[in-house]
Structure formats: structure tokens, C-alpha cells
T-cell receptor, first 111, second 111 residues
């Protein structure tokens, strides 16, 4: 079993929809929870990160962490065609350089 | 991907050949990383460095060697390439296992 599980999709939604992306994990030592966005044939870029449990909002993006369930989510409100990309969740333990990534979910937002 | 460059962008090798991938940064970060990305597997850490002259193993180090002789450069070597090393390789710089900035990637095919 992988340490981080992520549904690879693909996920296709109409413009303006609310998108929910999720990951589960098994390592209780993870303290930092990240979401990276990767456009086709590009390197990943950090969208946002959360330390421990709770919610974090940044514009149209909201990240949620539920450590009791070992479950994290990324919500995208008012989705745009420019949001079409692969979204990777990533996690790491405190003071640890080894980030563990999910396989990524490919999202397409149709105009 | 500004600040992190990778050379070459593409390469085709035959089984048993050797090659070196170069990562260069102009952002003066101490920490540098090498990942591989495979379909359905996400990004996996190969090796990393926390400063000039230091290296450490990541999740999948076998078959690879690295060197960090200068702070700006991080080299990834394949001594005897195998088809299982066909992948997209990403270099990253950053602040530990949370915020990392990725290069554009090197697509390697081993025949």
C-alpha cells in the first residue's frame, strides 16, 4: 500500500463548477500537507500548504486537513479553464526533507 | 520554473550507457533535490543535498549517484542505464520538505 493515495481521475468539470480533490495517507508522522499544480510538460509549482490540521484559504482555493481521518482535500471555487492541470498532493514529517507525493489528479475545466 | 535549469531536456540512451543530468540554480538555495516522475507513481525523491559537499539518499536511490561540488549545481549520474530508469527527472530547490521550486524536467528514455 502506498503511503499517499490519490485518485488519478481524469476529472472533467464545466467552467464555474466547484472542484474537490482528495488524498488519503497512512503515515501519522506527516505534519505538512501541500498541494502542487503541474501543467502539461512543466515542473510542479506549489499552490499552498497547511501545517497540521485545519483549513487554509487562498483566493479560490481552500485546503483542508483532517489528521484524525488521514484525509486532505483541495477545493477550487468558480473553476476556470486555466485551472486545467494535474494536481499533486504532497506530505512530509516535521524537519524532514523527504516529501511523499500522491500520483496526481488530472483536471480539465471545460469552457 | 525560473531560477532552476536542467540539462539536457531530452535524452535517449541504450541499456548500459552512462550519463549525467545537470541541475543549476541561481537562487542561492542550500537545499537541492532530484526526483523522478512516472505515470501512476507520482514524484519520488532519488537523492538530495542540504549544502555544498553533502548528499543524502531519498526514497529510490538505487542505480543513481549524485554530487554537489558547487552550491549552484547538483549532478545526477546513471552509471549503467536500465529501461526501468525511463522517466521524467525533475530537479528542485527549496526549504526542506515543504516549499520547493522545480525545474522544467528532463525526459529520459532507456532502450
Amino acid at each position: 500500500q502506498k503511503e499517499v493515495e490519490q485518485d488519478p481521475g481524469p476529472l472533467s468539470v464545466p467552467e464555474g463548477a466547484i472542484v474537490s480533490l482528495n488524498c488519503t495517507y497512512s503515515n501519522s508522522a506527516f505534519q505538512y500537507f501541500m498541494w502542487y499544480r503541474q501543467y502539461s510538460r512543466k515542473g510542479p509549482e506549489l499552490l499552498m500548504y497547511t501545517y497540521s490540521s485545519g483549513n487554509k484559504e487562498d483566493g479560490r482555493f481552500t485546503a483542508q486537513v483532517d489528521k484524525s481521518s488521514k484525509y486532505i482535500s483541495l477545493f477550487i471555487r468558480d473553476s476556470q479553464p486555466s485551472d486545467s492541470a494535474t494536481y499533486l498532493c504532497a506530505m512530509s514529517a516535521y524537519n524532514n526533507n523527504d516529501m511523499r507525493f500522491g500520483a496526481g489528479t488530472r483536471l480539465t475545466v471545460k469552457p | 520554473n525560473a531560477g532552476v535549469t536542467q540539462t539536457p531536456k531530452f535524452r535517449v540512451l541504450k541499456t548500459g550507457q552512462s550519463m549525467t543530468l545537470l541541475c543549476a540554480q541561481d537562487m542561492n538555495h542550500e537545499y537541492m533535490y532530484w526526483y523522478r516522475q512516472d505515470p501512476g507513481m507520482g514524484l519520488r525523491l532519488i537523492h538530495y543535498s542540504v549544502g555544498e559537499g553533502t548528499t543524502a539518499k531519498g526514497e529510490v536511490p538505487d542505480g543513481y549517484n549524485v554530487s554537489r561540488l558547487k552550491k549552484q549545481n547538483f549532478l545526477l549520474g546513471l552509471e549503467s542505464a536500465a529501461p526501468s530508469q525511463t522517466s521524467v527527472y525533475f530537479c528542485a530547490i527549496g526549504y526542506g520538505g515543504v516549499e520547493q521550486f522545480f525545474g522544467p524536467g528532463t525526459r529520459l528514455t532507456v532502450l
